[in-house]
């Protein structure tokens, strides 16, 4: 790996400026728009919605019109987009951009979902190397001053690589950004991400920002990979569930690489919360989700339920106090819950750390029947694949 020299760590995607080079990753069913507010209320860097379906977005269907929902105080509104048809994902980006819906638009080439890589997207369409290159040169002319970015996979498993060839179809296109995941999509988020893979991609692509995104679970991640393979920034998943002042602790490290702030500072302010801090999180968090959801308390509290384990892994909160938790139906039988807990239980450290959310084995990935066979498009059945789009949200 390379060693890169500390710099200026604000980063610039076309014309916006980042106050700090972190990105949160797209995540279907988490990074609605209260999760964002939430993240964004701990820290700094660029949210992103979770990925919307292009074909829906352009028929308006009533729950991706919801989901590229963004609140006032996002003052930079990001919308990642996923589709397999170059004219529909122009449609998508055009409408975005006509009706000032967006100020950043992504295109999701990394995903390792069976439902969408069996229709040919994701991080299996790069393969088909002039239909990526038809999606982002349409999308790029059709966002005009919008800056829009591509995030991207390492390829479809170790025999088909792509994100070289990916990434330098993408920068000529004139993409703001590129996002690379350092894993394959027969990977899914197993075993351990491929640093080495986003070095070389940085020492390729040399006029547009270059963005690390696997394995970040702390500050000190995210130092290490732009010291250790020279990227430009990174891109954050997993390594928030649950905890999103993650961005807090991010936005700290980063200031004090170029001398914002000292070390000193950056330490003392990294989030080591007791069980208080993580109950006030997820309950504003609720909060947050009730406001999305139009007022409707029941629905979003189904919602936070999914975010139990994450909040409270490695503290000693009980089996019967974490499966109440997973079934809260209100605000009031939340804070019931909470009266029951110990808020000054001290943060776990080790335990509260590390890998979180969906890990799994590697497995086969679902493509289209002899997708593999060229890396040409001309004999694909677009009417087939075209039921990719059907959904509102590609995750």
């Given at each position: 790996m390379?060693?890169?020299t500390l710099?200026?760590?604000?980063l610039?995607?076309?014309?916006l400026?980042?106050?700090?080079?972190?990105?949160?990753?797209p995540?279907?069913?988490?990074?609605?728009?209260a999760?964002?507010?939430?993240?964004?209320?701990?820290?700094?860097?660029?949210?992103?919605?979770?990925?919307i379906?292009s074909?829906?977005l352009v028929?308006?269907?009533p729950?991706?019109?919801?989901l590229?929902k963004h609140?006032?105080?996002?003052t930079?509104?990001?919308?990642q987009l996923?589709?397999?048809?170059?004219?529909t994902?122009a449609?998508?980006v055009?409408?975005?951009?006509d009706?000032?819906?967006?100020d950043?638009?992504?295109?999701?080439f990394?995903?390792?979902v069976p439902?969408?890589?069996?229709?040919?997207?994701?991080?299996?369409?790069?393969?088909?190397?002039d239909l990526?290159?038809s999606i982002v040169?349409g999308?790029?002319?059709?966002?005009?001053d919008?800056?829009?970015?591509?995030?991207?996979?390492?390829?479809i498993?170790?025999d088909?690589?792509t994100?070289?060839?990916?990434a330098?179809?993408?920068?000529g296109?004139?993409v703001?950004?590129?996002a690379?995941?350092g894993?394959?999509?027969?990977?899914f988020y197993?075993g351990?991400?491929?640093w080495?893979?986003i070095?070389t991609?940085?020492?390729?692509i040399?006029?547009?920002?270059?963005?690390g995104?696997?394995?970040?679970?702390a500050?000190?991640?995210?130092?290490?990979?732009?010291?250790?393979?020279g990227c430009?920034?990174?891109?954050?998943?997993?390594g928030?569930l649950?905890?999103?002042?993650l961005?807090g602790?991010?936005?700290?490290a980063?200031?004090?690489e170029?001398?914002?702030?000292?070390?000193?500072?950056?330490?003392?302010?990294i989030?080591?919360?007791?069980?208080?801090f993580?109950?006030d999180?997820?309950?504003r968090?609720?909060?947050?989700l009730?406001?999305f959801?139009d007022?409707?308390?029941?629905r979003?509290c189904?919602?936070?339920?999914?975010?139990?384990?994450?909040y409270y892994?490695g503290?000693?909160?009980?089996?019967?106090?974490?499966?109440?938790l997973?079934?809260?139906?209100t605000?009031?039988?939340?804070d019931e819950?909470f009266s029951?807990?110990?808020r000054e239980?001290?943060y776990?450290?080790?335990g509260?750390?590390?890998?979180?959310?969906?890990?799994?084995?590697?497995?086969?990935?679902?493509?289209?029947?002899?997708?593999?066979n060229s890396r040409?498009?001309t004999d694909?059945d677009?009417?087939?694949l075209?039921?990719?789009?059907r959904?509102?949200s590609?995750g």
């Amino acid at each position: 790996m390379t060693t890169s020299t500390l710099r200026d760590q604000r980063l610039n995607i076309g014309p916006l400026v980042l106050d700090v080079p972190v990105v949160l990753a797209p995540m279907a069913g988490i990074t609605n728009t209260a999760f964002r507010r939430l993240c964004r209320e701990y820290g700094a860097g660029l949210y992103v919605s979770e990925m919307i379906t292009s074909r829906a977005l352009v028929e308006r269907t009533p729950a991706s019109m919801r989901l590229i929902k963004h609140h006032e105080s996002e003052t930079t509104r990001s919308i990642q987009l996923y589709g397999v048809d170059p004219n529909t994902v122009a449609d998508a980006v055009r409408m975005l951009v006509d009706e000032d819906l967006a100020d950043h638009i992504d295109l999701n080439f990394g995903c390792p979902v069976p439902k969408v890589t069996r229709k040919g997207g994701g991080a299996a369409l790069p393969w088909k190397s002039d239909l990526f290159r038809s999606i982002v040169e349409g999308a790029v002319r059709a966002a005009g001053d919008i800056p829009l970015t591509v995030k991207m996979r390492k390829g479809i498993d170790a025999d088909h690589l792509t994100f070289l060839d990916a990434a330098r179809a993408a920068e000529g296109a004139g993409v703001a950004a590129i996002a690379l995941h350092g894993r394959t999509a027969n990977e899914f988020y197993s075993g351990k991400a491929d640093w080495d893979a986003i070095a070389t991609l940085k020492d390729t692509i040399t006029s547009v920002p270059v963005l690390g995104n696997g394995d970040i679970w702390a500050a000190e991640d995210a130092i290490r990979m732009v010291r250790e393979t020279g990227c430009d920034g990174v891109v954050v998943g997993r390594g928030c569930l649950g905890r999103p002042w993650l961005f807090g602790d991010l936005a700290a490290a980063f200031r004090a690489e170029d001398g914002r702030i000292s070390q000193e500072e950056a330490s003392a302010s990294i989030a080591r919360p007791a069980l208080g801090f993580v109950m006030d999180a997820m309950r504003r968090h609720t909060e947050l989700l009730i406001e999305f959801f139009d007022g409707d308390e029941l629905r979003a509290c189904r919602d936070i339920r999914k975010h139990v384990a994450w909040y409270y892994k490695g503290y000693g909160v009980g089996g019967d106090i974490r499966r109440s938790l997973a079934m809260v139906e209100t605000l009031e039988n939340m804070d019931e819950i909470f009266s029951t807990m110990d808020r000054e239980l001290p943060y776990p450290g080790i335990g509260a750390e590390g890998q979180r959310g969906r890990a799994g084995s590697p497995k086969q990935p679902k493509l289209p029947d002899g997708w593999l066979n060229s890396r040409a498009s001309t004999d694909i059945d677009f009417a087939e694949l075209a039921e990719a789009e059907r959904d509102d949200s590609g995750g």
